[in-house]
């Protein structure tokens, strides 16, 4: 069974920086990709960012491109989410999830999801 258990998030001001962390486990397949959505109140769940486990190829919404930069620690299986420049509008829950590479937008496994807060 697929595990996705987060870390980090928080609240900030605006401007700065936080680190999410994503320790994933239990995977039976191949080519897989692991990211975050996230959702705020009142708003649709959005795709953040994804990395793919087979190529490391990487995807990031167009609200954070160039700010936040996704990453992963294949020894640790851990994937991790630098989110820098913060803006209020990044305020949301942030879920790690997964699913086959092409599956992700539509993904079967999620994580928890950490609140992320960033103050004006």
């Known amino acids: 069974e697929v595990q996705l258990v987060e870390s980090g998030g928080g609240l900030v001001q605006a401007g700065g920086s936080l680190r999410l962390s994503c320790a994933a486990s239990?995977?039976?397949?191949?080519?897989?990709?692991i990211g975050w959505f996230r959702q705020a109140p009142g708003k649709e769940r959005e795709g953040v960012s994804c990395?793919?486990?087979?190529?490391?190829?990487?995807y990031y919404a167009d609200s954070v491109k160039g700010r936040f930069t996704i990453s992963s620690d294949n020894a640790k299986n851990t994937v991790y989410l630098q989110m820098n420049s913060l803006k209020p509008e990044d305020t949301a829950v942030y879920y790690c999830?997964?699913?086959?590479?092409?599956?992700?937008?539509?993904?079967?496994?999620w994580g928890q999801g950490t609140q992320v807060t960033v103050s004006s």
């Open positions: 999830a997964a699913d086959h590479k092409y599956s992700w937008f539509l993904p079967n496994y």
């Open positions: 990395i793919s486990s087979s190529d490391g190829s990487t």
């Open positions: 239990g995977f039976t397949f191949d080519d897989y990709a």
